[in-house]
């Protein structure tokens, strides 16, 4: 009999386990990677990811209808990058490392998963079954599993907050003026955990680091800006979502703030 229940509370715990795998593979979202070139101007010059540039906005504007259309935008974690900066080319480069390199390049190039899809003809002709078919519970399970590559510029977590700001910029100093009355409040609490990430002209690849938190954090549609905050999921971009955000932070919560992989 004892043997029994032991079987059977076995048993549950497997079938518990099974079911909480199953709900957490459904959760996966299918990554589509859309790579587009728009020469948009001045920035290009420097490298310098001044603005969110009118290609990338409209393509968005794009995408997310065609998604919407399809019945499939809940299913897709969608980004956009554009090849006219250096360090999305290399994502592009490695991206298609998994994938049969073209005899001629063709923009866009939409990666959905592994999937390679080239021009604007083949993604509006195969989107919808490319995301079917990478969204088969053997695929996600590759993904959770670390088997198949995802096209992203990848991520991670840190127990960290990271505030971007400039030297001689007026909103970052009312920012930090209101942030530093906000830490004395909770005990000096609040600043163990910021990490102050200066931007600027004279920090290389500050800029550019700022550009890929706001695609990370699907706000690349919008000008960079300083001050920006980025906390547990949140990128906060002014003083007021600041402010809006830090009057009710609990020093004691935990923080998981996903950051770009080459974050330092």
Excluded at 28 to 51: A, E, K, R
Excluded at 140 to 150: C, N, P, V
Aim: glycine share 8%.
């Amino acid at each position: 009999m004892k043997r029994k229940m032991v079987f059977g509370a076995v048993l549950l715990l497997l079938l518990a386990g099974g079911a909480c795998a199953v709900r957490k593979i459904s959760r996966i979202p299918v990554p589509v990677s859309c790579y587009i070139y728009d020469q948009c101007g001045g920035c290009s010059v420097t490298d310098h990811p001044c603005n969110a540039c009118t290609g990338e906005r409209q393509y968005r504007i794009k995408m997310e209808s065609m998604l919407e259309e399809g019945g499939v935008r809940d299913q897709v974690e969608l980004k956009i990058y554009n090849v006219l900066y250096s360090f999305y080319r290399s994502n592009l480069t490695k991206a298609m490392q998994t994938a049969s390199e073209p005899s001629e390049m063709t923009y866009p190039v939409v990666f959905v998963g592994s999937t390679m899809l080239l021009g604007e003809d083949e993604v509006e002709a195969k989107l919808l079954s490319a995301i079917a078919e990478e969204g088969a519970w053997q695929k996600k399970l590759g993904y959770l599993l670390g088997i198949h590559r995802e096209t992203h510029m990848g991520s991670r977590e840190i127990p960290r907050i990271v505030f971007f700001t400039m030297d001689g910029c007026p909103d970052c100093r009312e920012a930090k003026e209101w942030l530093d009355g906000r830490n004395e409040e909770l005990d000096k609490k609040l600043y163990e955990k910021f990490d102050f990430y200066p931007v600027g002209s004279g920090e290389p690849g500050s800029w550019e680091m700022l550009k890929k938190f706001y695609i990370l954090y699907g706000r690349e549609q919008e000008s960079l800006w300083v001050p920006t905050i980025v906390v547990n999921g949140e990128c906060l971009i002014g003083m007021e979502e600041i402010r809006n955000y830090f009057e009710h932070y609990d020093t004691d919560g935990e923080i998981r703030t996903e950051v770009p992989k080459d974050y330092e």
